[in-house]
């Protein structure tokens, strides 16, 4: 026991660490942890570049877009990224035009009256193609994103 004291005692007098050198090691091994970890945030950064949609989508159009495949996908940030993703790329595929065209045809089809106005939107050549050639980039944006 006193030998242990005098050797502690020594050590301390020589500028010699008296812990472990497991413990020494620790603070070298965390800021290497947190290095290693800081470069791979700045790399996911640079490696997925934010996809910004065109200037023409109003802001409304993007957030309803936005919200609607959130209702419909779940309510968590990574749906939140994804549905983002879905109507960058949506943007950056269709007009705003073409868009709004196919977002009307769509909402007129789900109206139940019978009357002329909402027939054509669901019996026509041409609704059909707006429809389909929207539904073709939402399955793009789809396997893209989510």
Known sequence: MKRAAIENLRRNR???DSRPAE????PRRCARILL?????VWLAGLSVPALAAPAEYPTEALAEYVLGCMAANGQSP???RR?????DYIAGKLSYEDYVDAETVLRMRQ?????????MFKASPWAQEMVDKLRRVQVEADRKCF
């Open 23 to 26: 413990r020494r090691r620790a």
């Open 83 to 87: 549905c983002s993703c879905s109507i």
């Open 14 to 16: 020589t500028g010699a």
């Open 78 to 80: 990574e749906v939140l």
């Open 36 to 40: 290693v970890a800081g470069a791979m």
């Open 111 to 119: 109206e139940k009256s019978g009357k002329d106005q909402f027939v």
